[in-house]
C-alpha cells in the first residue's frame, strides 16, 4: 500500500519547514555546494544511511562540489511525508 499523496496545503506547509528545498512539479529539490568534490562525496556518503533506514532514497546528481537531491514518492506518483521526512532529516544534518 503506498503512502498517501498529500494535499497542496500539507506540501505548502511541510516545505515551509525546510531548509533550501524547493517545489518541482510531483518532487522537492535542494542543491548543494561543497568545498571539493570529496567533500560532496562524503555527504553522500552522510545521507545514504538516513535513505537505507527510512527505504525512502532520493535521487542524486553530483558534478565536481554540487549535489542535487530530489525527493519523491516514486509508488505513490507524487510527494508524500516519507519526502518530507527524509528531507528533513537530510537537513539536520548539512552542517
Ligand atoms: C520496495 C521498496 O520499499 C520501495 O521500492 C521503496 C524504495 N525506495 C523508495 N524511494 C522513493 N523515493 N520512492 C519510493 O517509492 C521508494 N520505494
Not at 15 to 29: M, Q, S, V
Not at 61 to 86: I, Q, S, W
Amino acid at each position: 500500500m503506498p503512502p498517501a499523496l498529500l494535499d497542496e496545503a500539507s506540501i505548502d506547509a511541510r516545505l515551509k519547514k525546510l531548509n533550501g528545498w524547493r517545489r518541482d512539479g510531483d518532487a522537492i529539490k535542494r542543491e548543494l555546494h561543497f568545498d571539493s568534490f570529496m567533500d560532496a562525496i562524503a555527504f553522500i556518503k552522510r545521507i545514504a544511511p538516513l535513505a537505507d533506514a527510512a527505504d525512502h532514497h532520493p535521487e542524486l546528481f553530483n558534478v565536481y562540489d554540487r549535489v542535487e537531491l530530489t525527493l519523491t514518492t516514486h509508488d505513490a506518483g507524487g510527494l508524500t511525508a516519507k519526502d518530507f521526512d527524509l528531507a528533513e532529516a537530510i537537513d539536520a544534518v548539512v552542517t
